[in-house]
């Protein structure tokens, strides 16, 4: 499976303990930090985790562990894993029960808990020899299907999410686009997501737009850009952008979180106060970072107005 890393494609796909314990304390006084809930142990699974999720009820979370490093070919396969909570522990994280020998990643979990949505370079059929990620969703009901989306490309697609009125968010390097990849939605019909379009200029740019996340109500989205002029990193910064009346705002860049690495992934956790989001430096490992989400989006919108004035 290709996945875009500083302009270029590749694989994303687990040794060093040291790395491992070091990844797993950071995580915890994160969460005692920011008042955040205890977190799956993380440590047991890979020397990279990236793309944090919880289930609406907050008692399932998932993630992409892998081993090797940021921006290196030589890594191993990306693995959804999963972990419940059991009091106030959570159980032994396990690959989610989909997984086989292809490299899966980006999970969300839909509003109503009843899928979980991912990106898989898996075929969709004997006769598909493509190795770019296709959008996938499994049933975590009792009958636990495993669909292929109708609106994949050619092309790859990246972070499939779904909002509370049905719709799919996601992106995608599909002919047609602004940019080397871009951001688009779905409306939802009786034989599923069918018409596909582009966000607007407010998000999508000539450059590459990826690894969305939008409010459950579509009132607010973040997601990873490329090679923009107001980056920190070619690689990709995080943005900002919020709906108002007369459209999305023009995107922000979140300053604080961006670094000289890759930003991306950005999951709100249910409660609706913890930011997750991924920090992947190139020739290093990706982890799990996480901030206050309601006193950063005040100090963005605040910033923004100063700034129109």
Known sequence: MRFRVKGSFCHRSFNSRCVLIMTAIVL?????TCGAETLPDFQLVGENQSGLVFSPDKNSAYWVAWN??????????RVIYESHRQGDTWTTPTPSPFTANYSDDDPFVSP?????YF?????????DTSTDGDIWRYGLDEQHRLERLKINSKAAEYSPVITLSGTLYFASARKGGAGQG???RALPTAEGFLEVDALGPSTNSSTGEWNVWVAPDESELIFEASSRSTNISESGDLYYSWNTPGGWTAAVPISTLNSSGSDLLPRLHPDGQTLYYTTAPIGKHA??????????RSSLRTNHASNSN
């Open 28 to 32: 915890a006084l994160m969460s005692a």
């Open 68 to 77: 090797g490093f940021w921006g290196s070919k030589a890594t191993s396969r």
């Open 112 to 116: 109503d808990g009843r899928w979980l």
């Open 119 to 127: 990106v898989s370079d898996r075929p969709a059929d004997e006769s």
């Open 182 to 184: 871009d951001i688009y």
């Open 287 to 296: 982890t799990i970072s996480s901030t206050n989400w309601p006193q950063l």
